[in-house]
Nanobody, 114 residues
Framework: QVRLVESGGELVQAGEYLRLSCTVFGRTFSKDVMGWYRQAPGKEREFVASISGNSGGIYYADSLQSRFIISRDNAKNTVYLQMFRVKPEDTAVYYC???????WGQGTQVTVSS
């Protein structure tokens, strides 16, 4: 059974740093493109970043690429999202996804206070 487990979300102040993690269970992780998405209250889920299996292909939402970094550790079946200089508008539930599948994690809440 495939499971994705996100962690790292918390309440932080604007300008601080946060790192999210997503660990994948039950699947050969190293060949998967992995993505991070987020959903703010009252809004649609939106793309944040993605990373290919060998980390050679990395993509970001245009508005986030200057502050977010996606990475992965295939030995740990884990993908990370580093969030620098967070803003109140980054407040959302953050989800990871195995690209082109319906495999999603339960989400981790990030709340940024001003």
């Amino acid at each position: 059974q495939v499971r994705l487990v996100e962690s790292g979300g918390e309440l932080v102040q604007a300008g601080e740093y946060l790192r999210l993690s997503c660990t994948v269970f039950g699947r050969t992780f190293s060949k998967d493109v992995m993505g991070w998405y987020r959903q703010a209250p009252g809004k649609e889920r939106e793309f944040v970043a993605s990373i290919s299996g060998n980390s050679g292909g990395i993509y970001y939402a245009d508005s986030l690429q200057s502050r977010f970094i996606i990475s992965r550790d295939n030995a740990k079946n884990t993908v990370y999202l580093q969030m620098f200089r967070v803003k109140p508008e980054d407040t959302a539930v953050y989800y990871c996804n195995v690209d082109s599948t319906d495999y999603w994690g339960q989400g981790t809440q990030v709340t940024v206070s001003s």
